[in-house]
C-alpha cells in the first residue's frame, strides 16, 4: 500500500491494569516492576504495557499473540469497550479518550466496526435486518438499512439467506453476516477480534481469502486480532507481536521473519513453513543489473515455495525478479535456500529436539 | 412467689421492679384466674420447681417476678398501637396511588359480567386462538368455560378471571420495570431480593392483616393490593434474571456499533429475555389464582367464595365443585400461557 502512507489510528503510551487500585499500580509498573511481580506483590494484573502502535490508512494491521498476551483487551480499547488506565488513542488525529458517550457513540456507529470471535449476532433478528443493524442504530429507516444490508449480503455470498435466523446458519455463514454487518456501516476501520478462529481450517482459509479479496477493493483500516501466525502472516501489512501485554516486536511480517529480535518470536517461528509465507522480494538481491545464466523471470510477490518448483530444485539457477513488468532485482537460488533455515531457536529443548 | 424472683433480688433489681404498678394492669389472664380460684392466697409459699422444669425466662416469667417487665400480651398490644400511630399517615400516601386500582377491579368486574356469555366465552376463544394457536388449548378453554357454565359457575369464574386478569397487567406493569432496575445496579438487586424472599414466603393470611386496617373490607382494592403483592415476585424475579442471562458478546456487539442505552434495552436485551419474562408471567397468573381464593376471605368475589362458603357451611360439595372448577381455570390458564410461551421460543431459534 504506497499510496496512502497516512496513520489512521496512534496508540501511545497504552497502559491497561486490572485491579481495585490501578493508579497506584501504575507507579509501580511505571517504576519498572514486570507483570508476575506485580500481581504477586500489589495483587493487580498488568493488561497492557507502554503500548505504541501506528496503524496506517487502508493496510491490515495484524496484532498477533498468545492467549493472555493482551490483544483482545488491546483492541477493545480502540472503541473504549474497555477503558485504559494511561495512554492516548488517536483517532483520524483526535484522541477518542477525551470523547463524551455522545461522540463516542457517534465514532462507535460511524468510524469503528467490529467482528467477533463468537459472531455475536442477534438471535431474535434476522439475517437481513443483522447486516443492516449498524444502519438502524445511525437512525436510517428500515428500507435503506435493508438495501445497504442486502447489497452486503451479496457481497459475502449470502444471497438467498436474509430471512433465515442466525441460527439456523453455519459457523461460517454466520461469520459471512458478521462481515457483512461490519462492511454495511460503511466505516473506514473495522476491528476483527480473532474473527476466524471459531471456524474450521478450510472454512477459515476461504474467509482469509474473502478478506483479502474485499480488502483489494475497499482498502479499508483493518485492524485484526489473531493467535494464529499462519493467518497473521497471511494477512498482515504491519504485523505487531504482543508478549505479557507488552509489543516485543512490530514491521513487517518478512522483515520479522528474516529478522526476529527477541527468543520468543524465534520460538515462534520456528515452525512455520517458511517457504509458502517468505516473498521473493525479502530475499532477492535489489539490483537492476541484468545478471547472467538467467532461468527465467519470477513475480516479486510471489512465494518460494512456487519459486522451487518452477527450478525443479536446482539451486544453480538464477532468476529475474519482476514487479509490474520492470526489473527490480535477482534471485540467486543459493539465496533462497539459506532463507529457508530458521533462525535457530533459543529454547535448549527445542534445539536438542531438532 | 415465682421461679425468677432469686435473679431479680441477686441482680438488685428489686426496687426497679417495685417501683411499677404492683397490681399489674390490663386484662388477667387465665392463668392467674385460675390461680385465684383455687384460693392459692397471696403470701403462701409456692412449691419449689424442679430444675427439669425450670421455665424459659420469657417476658411473661419474667413479669411474674417483676412487674416492670412487660408481658408478651403488652408487647403485641404496643406493636398494634405502633402500626395503629402510622396508619392515618400510610393510609393517605397509600390511598390515593391505589385507588386506580380499585376502578380497573371493579370496572373490570363489571364489564366481564355485564358481557353476555355468547359473546364472552368466543371472545376468550378468540384470545386463546390469538394467543396460543393451538386447537387443544382452544378445546379444552372451551369445554371448560361450557362445563362451568353449565353447571351455574360461569359467573363466578368470570369474575375470578377479571380479577386475576386486573392483578396480572399490574403486575407486569409494575414488575417488569422493576426487574429491569434490578438487572441494571447490583445495589437494587441488594436491596430488592430479601424483599421479594419475605414476600414469597410470608403466609398468605398475614398479608391480609395489615391490610384490613388500612383499608375498609369491603373496597376491591385491598383484595387487588394483596393477589399483586403475592403475585408480582415471579416476574420481578425472572426479568430480571432473564436480562442478567442475555449473552454477553451479544451486548458487546449492541455497544460495538454504538447502541444507546435505550436501543439496547429495546432493542436487545427485553427481547432475547422474553422467554423467561413470559416464564414469570405464566408464574405470576398461577400465583394469582391461588391467593384470589384466599382472598375472598376479604370479600373478593369469584370461585373463592364458594369454596369459604363450603367450609364456614361445611357444605362439603358447594366447597369440591368450586374448588375443581378453580383447578380448572388453573390448567386452561397454565396451558394458555405456556402455549405462548412455547411460541415466542420457538420463533427465537
Redesign the interface.
Known sequence: MTEQNNIKVSIRNLYKIFGTDPQAALEHVRGGLGKPELLEQHGHVLGLQDINVDIRAGEITVIMGLSGSGKSTLIRHLNRLIEPTAGEILVNGEDVLAYDATKLDALRQNTMSMVFQKFALFPHRTVLENAGMARRVRGENAKAADKEGQKWLDRVGLSGYGGHYPNQLSGGMQQRVGIARALASDSEIMLMDEAFSALDPLIRTDMQDLLLELQRELHKTIIFITHDLDEALKLADHLVILKDGAVVQQGEPQEILLHPNDPYIMDFIADINRARVLRVRSVMEVTTDPGTNIAGDVDANSNLERVIALSEGDTNLNYRVMEDGAQVGLLHMRDLVRALVPVEASDPARRLAS | MAFYDGLIETLGLSNWCGEADAGGGGPVTMAELLARANGGGAGAPEPDVPLLETPFPSLDTLHRSCDAIPRTRDMTEAVEQGFLNIKDGLKFVLDPLTTPLGWLLDASLDLFQATPWFIMIPLLMLLTWVTARSVGVLVLVTLSFLFMAFIDHYNEAIQTLSIIFVCTIFSVVLGVPIGIAMSKSNTMQRIAIPILDMLQTLPTFVYLIPLIFLFSVTESKLYGIAIILYAIVPVIRLTDLGIRLV?K??I?????????NW?KLTG?QV??ALPNIMAGINQTIMMSLAMVVIASLVSAPGLGRLVLRGINNLELGVGLVAGFCIVLLAVLLDRATKAALGRINSS??
Open positions: 449473552d458478546d451479544v458487546e456487539a449492541a455497544d460495538a456499533f454504538g447502541m444507546s436501543q436487545v427481547p432475547l427465537e431459534q
